[in-house]
């Protein structure tokens, strides 16, 4: 499969703790976002990357933080966890257009990583 | 700052009826609107934009730029039309380039 993926599927851990979730985009796509969700919040947008660099910030958390490498997967980590960060987090990836622009506004998701702070 | 607002949280419908989920948007340049779409135990996935003008499994949706709406209508709902569906703007320009903003998202069931 050459969709984008994401590791771990599920995650469980204690309040106060660090954890770390990965992704690696479509093969070719160069922009990465991470997005949270939760019941309440619906679809949240954390952040993009593009080619390794930040573009654009949403309401990320400052215990929150993320990165692009150059092999163009993406880490983002989550640390001194509360209760309220248990939710479903999303990766998705962005082609380019035909045009060479980075982003098209089509993302393709990952299937999600589900965190669970107790 | 560019919002995204669908009203309904939930929505349901019989088989065979009409079908609309709203969608408002607020930003201030030209926008570009997408709906996506999440069936069960499946990744969200793109339904249709508004540059194509397409209709994608039965489903339109048209720009208003006046009311700013972009509305996702199908005429006769089917049951494996049931999923939950997301509207999304999409920021071409500016510090934001690139960024997508999703609404709260409308769970759609069609009942038999």
């Known amino acids: 499969d050459s969709g984008v993926t994401q590791t771990p599927k599920h995650l469980i851990t204690a309040t106060g703790q660090r954890v770390t979730l990965r992704c690696s985009p479509r093969?070719?796509?160069?922009?990465v976002y991470w997005y949270q969700q939760s019941l309440d919040q619906g679809l949240q947008f954390l952040i993009q990357?593009?080619?390794?660099?930040?573009?654009a910030k949403g309401n990320i958390l400052e215990r929150f933080s993320a990165q692009q490498f150059p092999d163009l997967h993406s880490e983002l980590n989550l640390s001194s966890l509360e209760l309220g960060d248990s939710a479903l987090y999303f990766c998705?990836?962005?082609?380019?257009?035909?045009?060479?622009?980075?982003?098209?506004?089509?993302?393709?998701f990952g299937e999600g990583s589900r965190l669970t702070v107790l | 700052a560019q919002r995204v607002t669908q009203p309904e949280k939930l929505l349901s419908v019989f088989k065979g009826a009409p079908v609309e989920l709203k969608c408002n948007y607020s930003?201030?340049?030209?926008?570009?609107l997408f709906w996506y779409v999440q069936y069960s135990r499946q990744r969200l996935q793109l339904l249709l934009r508004?540059?194509s003008r397409e209709s994608i499994k039965g489903f339109t949706a048209d720009l208003n730029k006046g009311e700013t709406s972009f509305h996702l209508k199908k005429p006769f709902a089917q049951e494996e039309d049931s999923a939950m569906y997301y509207c999304?703007?999409?920021?071409?320009?500016?510090?934001?380039?690139?960024?997508?903003?999703f609404g709260q998202g409308t769970i759609l069931t069609v009942h038999p």
């Open positions: 998705a990836s962005s082609p380019r257009t035909l045009a060479g622009n980075p982003n098209t506004g089509e993302l393709f």
């Open positions: 093969s070719g796509d160069l922009s």
């Open positions: 990357y593009y080619n390794g660099e930040e573009r």
């Open positions: 930003y201030s340049g030209s926008p570009e």
């Open positions: 508004h540059i």
């Open positions: 999304a703007l999409y920021n071409a320009g500016g510090t934001s380039y690139g960024k997508l903003t």
